[in-house]
C-alpha cells in the first residue's frame, strides 16, 4: 500500500497548527519545516510529531523545495497551517493513493471562511492555487520569494472533496499579512526586472479591485467580499508602489513614471 508524507510550514503559528496537525494524523508521516518561531509553535508540533525542520526564511519557494527533500514517502500532502484536512478529502485521499489509475498531481478545492461566514466567490473558491497532493517528483517548486511558481511532471487532477481555510484571524492580520507579502512581491518584481511608478502601482491595483469584485462576482460575497476586493486593491498597489520606491531610492535624481 503506498504512503504518504505531510508537510506543513510554519512561522508563529501557535494559535492554528494544532488543529492543523490534527486533520493528517491519519499521514504515514508528517513533517513541519518551520523557521525558527519564537512563540509556542514548536513545542505544539513536537507533540505530533519528532520531524521538525528548521529552516531560515529565505523565500517560500526555497521552502517547499526544502520542504520535499526532507520528505519520506512516495505521496505527498502539502497543508498550511490555516488550513483544515476534512475527513471527506483525507477519504478520498487515501483512495487516490492506494489506486492504480491514480493521477501524477492533484489540485484540491479550498473553502474559506473570513469574517464570518464561507467565501462562495471573489475568486476564493475553489480556490486552486497549486497542486496539493502528488506524487514524489511529480511537482516542481520554483525558487520564488513569495506565490511561487510551479512545473508539473505528468498527470492532472482534481479533488471533489473540500479542504477548509482559516486565512486571517481579523483585519489586524490581514493588514499584517500584506505588509509582509507586498514586501516580498516587490521583491519578486525586481528580481524579474519588471519597473513601476505610482501610476502604475494605481492601475494595477484598481483592476485587481475590478477583476475581484465584478468579475469574480465578490459583490456577492456581501461585505467580506468588498474587503477581499479592497484587500486586493491594496496588495497590488503596495507591491508596485514599493518597487517604485526601490527605484527611486536607488536614484534619487529620477522623475516618477506612471
Known amino acids: 500500500m503506498s504512503r504518504i508524507s505531510v508537510y506543513i510550514l510554519t512561522y508563529n503559528e501557535e494559535e492554528k497548527i494544532e488543529e492543523a496537525i490534527q486533520t493528517v494524523t491519519w499521514a504515514d508521516e508528517i513533517v513541519i519545516i518551520d523557521s525558527f518561531s519564537t512563540d509556542s509553535t514548536v513545542e505544539i508540533c513536537r507533540r505530533y510529531t519528532d520531524k521538525i525542520v528548521q529552516l531560515e526564511f529565505e523565500g517560500f519557494g526555497k521552502l517547499r523545495i526544502d520542504a520535499l527533500a526532507n520528505t519520506s514517502f512516495g505521496w505527498i500532502f502539502s497543508l498550511d497551517a490555516d488550513e483544515r484536512c476534512t475527513p471527506e478529502a483525507a477519504d478520498e485521499i487515501k483512495r487516490i493513493i492506494s489506486g492504480s489509475d491514480s493521477a501524477d498531481a492533484y489540485y484540491v478545492p479550498r473553502r474559506n471562511y473570513f469574517m464570518g461566514r464561507w467565501i462562495k466567490h471573489s475568486g476564493w473558491y475553489p480556490d486552486y492555487r497549486q497542486p496539493q497532493l502528488f506524487r514524489r517528483g511529480a511537482v516542481e517548486y520554483h525558487d520564488d520569494m513569495v506565490h511561487e511558481g510551479y512545473t508539473v511532471h505528468g498527470s492532472v487532477g482534481y479533488l471533489k472533496s473540500d479542504i477548509w481555510q482559516f486565512p486571517y484571524r481579523d483585519l489586524s492580520q490581514l493588514i499584517d499579512k500584506m505588509q509582509n507579502y507586498t514586501t516580498l512581491g516587490a521583491q519578486k518584481l525586481a528580481d524579474k526586472g519588471r519597473k513601476s511608478g505610482m501610476g502604475s502601482a494605481f492601475i494595477h491595483g484598481s483592476w485587481a479591485f475590478v477583476r475581484t469584485y465584478f ?44
Open 215 to 258: 468579475f469574480k462576482l465578490g459583490i456577492l460575497d456581501g461585505w467580506p467580499g468588498f474587503i477581499i476586493a479592497l484587500s486586493g486593491f491594496e496588495g497590488t498597489f503596495y507591491r508596485y508602489a514599493k518597487l517604485a520606491e526601490r527605484e527611486r531610492n536607488k536614484d534619487p535624481h529620477r522623475k516618477d513614471r506612471s
